[in-house]
């Protein structure tokens, strides 16, 4: 019972802590005075600055995408399949996650490579032209997809998509088809149905799924450590902060940018009614 | 919902044609995009190609199988999964379901907290978890062994069983405990014959998820793993990272890895309802 009570939470205390100590450049050493100069650190280093920017961003473009892609599975599912239909697309549906995470990460390695299946079935449809293009892009694009932010943003969309589709389901099923039908017959036409009868009662599911997708993907570093340029996001960072650097107390400041982020996330979350919907 | 069950099921035969046909495009297209890589990487197990990802594979073999079977690297690391998947399971089955226990059946001081507190190594990022246990290790001058895998793993194993074991103890009534109290059992025999009986399918899904996250874990792994240990999963990240030149061997043990976490999974959506990764059961309300 108290497992989690004293190692996980008694980590993150000490995690805390450790980020108050001071790394010694000089010695290559922490130090062990208690002082706020790892946070100002932190701070002033643009680097970081730019890092933390950039996974933020990239956590939304892929929390906006997964929402968009598992809308109209989710609607579907909720309000035209059978049970047996649904039965069968609920299982598609969270097929992914049963499977090994890093394998659903490296089998995009193998599709996005320049020889591999993308590519080729884009090519097949006239689309290659399209690929060349979108790679040619400033800041999103690079060599080839597996070493652009492009390619980053599409596996990031695939890993986390089955956490957003989920709960909008579950939101879109207690939608009571009574109301979308009566302001059908009340005239509203499909797009005024759904901005002002649908998507308020839906958002609490889309906002419990942001949290998945929002959190996942800034607390990876797997994925960006396999496919995308080389610049690092938080999540690589921190693995290099206190692996290679041996500077445990800026991981650890480093660390509780994701977590702050969270938790303004979270309360905003909860003002939106998103625990209900878990 | 009760009377109108049935009808709510129904497709709605009003709608106008096109329309649908633009959302099943798009269902169907999600479906492909979220089913199809996995499948690519079972393909490219079998492909003759060893030197780049060429697609459509120029020919078949099955040959890697026997590669991968013979190397001893991947026999070790697919082993030490297999041990840490299981002893992280046996903790957190035991303290994931005191755990619910606890929450499910008394009211006390901090419930609401510690509730909270079961599902944060789910809802932070891995990298969270990883560090701070790899910092606290540190501190406490622990080496990185076995045990300092299994204590990770176990964290976030109890978080599953203990979401499917409070998810069952929440719909099971607790009269039936106060019955068999009141019919002089001891507390043993409650136990035996009348809790575990309600619970026993939840606890073994539990179980069987908790072992498939085991098995899959790489994030927090890699901060508590020693340096010369490898559980699968991270075996495959070396060799996708810093040893491109074995690709097929790869694709063979990530082909495994796969289908050795299906089955535990499939078990456990067999016997229960409540197994779900997330921990939000699927509405089963308007069953039957």
Redesign the interface.
Known sequence: MLWLGGVYLGSLLGLVWQSFYTFDDFAGKVRHDLGFDTWERLWSNETNRIIVGRTVLMALAVTIACAMLAYPLAYFMARYATRRVKAVLLFLAIMPLWSNYLVRVYSWKLIMAKEGALPWSLDKVGLGKGLEWALDLPYIGGQGLTFSLLGQFIVFTYVWLPYMVLPVHAALERVPRSFVEAAGDLGARPATVFRSVIWPLALPGVVAGSIFTFSLTLGDYIVPTIIGNSKPVIGAQVYVYQGVAGNLPLAAAFTFVPIAIMAVYLTIAKRLGAFEAL | MAEGGYK?????QT?RAP??WG??A??LG??L???V??L??FL?AFTTDDQ?????PPGLTGKWFEIAWDNQDVRDAVWLSFKVGIVATV?ALV?GS??AA?VARTRFFGRET?SL??V??L???????G??????I??LGIDFTFWTIV?GH??FC?VVVYNNVLARLRRTSGSIIEASMDLGATGWQTFRYVLLPNIGTALLAGGMLAF?LS??E??VT?FTAGGSQRTA?LW??DS??NRPRNRPV?NVV??A??VV??IP?FVAQRLTSDAS??G?P??DDDDD
Not at chain 2, 8 to 12: G, L, T, V
Not at chain 2, 123 to 129: F, N, S, Y
């Open positions: 709510i099921d129904a497709p709605d709608e329309r649908r959302l099943k798009a269902v999600v479906l995009f979220l089913n890589p996995v690519i990487v490219y780049a990802f060429t697609f459509p903790a303290l005191l755990a606890a510690i507190l079961l944060l190594p809802a932070l990022p891995g990298i969270v978890t560090i701070a246990l790899r910092s606290s540190n501190v204590a176990a964290t109890i498939a098995f899959d790489v994030i890699r999963p495959i990240f996708i990272v790869t990530a082909m890895v796969v976490m299906m999974i990764l997330l939000s699927p509405t």
